[in-house]
T-cell receptor, first 113, second 115 residues
């Protein structure tokens, strides 16, 4: 069975500071990995995805994530936080295209001016 | 191109009543998924349609939940009778067939409150 762990349900960062959201997964097969973001009163939006190509994945809004198989991690980073980054972020995994997604618990990001 | 739409956006019902949630996927997407987030918990998979067929319904909590996708277009999720623990946000997602199946597009969700 697959599982996803996001370390920290809430993260507070200052505007302009590094954003680092941690995600570790367990999967019996090489996974597909995703980061989704949910802005207030909106649905989930795909930030980026890893599908066995390059291990460093660039997404929208300046975010990127690195797949590290040895660490079973897929941490999300952004060099400089903007106020508009305040949202909830979800890491997810599935074991094959078209399969159900397994989500982590989510990390809510607060950006302080 | 219109995204995934869900109706209603909010629903408040009493325990024992029936509620039907609707999801309209992106046009041309054969795959449709239902997920649920109970307050304070992670988003969990409920079921997956490929066109009108149920591909995977392993996440359906019990037989009070009935999902349909007649004609392979929109889908409905009926809860009958509703219980307090059914409260949460119900998300629908869709994806294309073949090479793009891994990219699921989500709707805004339906917030269900059972009192």
């Amino acid at each position: 069975a697959q599982s996803v762990t996001q370390l920290g349900s809430h993260v507070s960062v200052s505007e302009g500071a590094l954003v680092l959201l941690r995600c570790n997964y367990s999967s019996s097969v090489p996974p597909y990995l995703f980061w989704y973001v949910q802005y207030p009163n909106q649905g989930l939006q795909l930030l980026l995805k890893y599908t066995s190509a390059a291990t460093l994945v660039k997404g929208i809004n300046g975010f990127e994530a690195e797949f590290k198989k040895s660490e079973t991690s897929f941490h999300l980073t952004k060099p400089s936080a903007h106020m508009s980054d305040a949202a909830e972020y979800f890491c997810a995994v599935n074991k094959a295209a078209g399969n159900k997604l397994t989500f982590g618990g989510g990390t809510r990001v607060l950006v302080k001016p | 191109e219109a995204g995934v739409t869900q109706f209603p956006s909010h629903s408040v019902i009493e325990k024992g009543q029936t509620v039907t949630l609707r999801c309209d996927p992106i046009s041309g997407h054969d795959n449709l998924y239902w997920y649920r987030r109970v307050m304070g918990k992670e988003i969990k998979f409920l079921l997956h349609f490929v066109k009108e067929s149920k591909q995977d319904e392993s996440g359906m909590p019990n037989n009070r939940f009935l999902a349909e996708r007649t004609g392979g277009t929109y889908s409905t999720l009926k809860v009958q009778p509703a219980e307090l623990e059914d409260s949460g946000v119900y998300f629908c997602a869709s994806s294309q067939d073949r090479d793009r199946m891994y990219e699921q597009y989500f709707g805004p969700g339906t917030r269900l409150t059972v009192t």
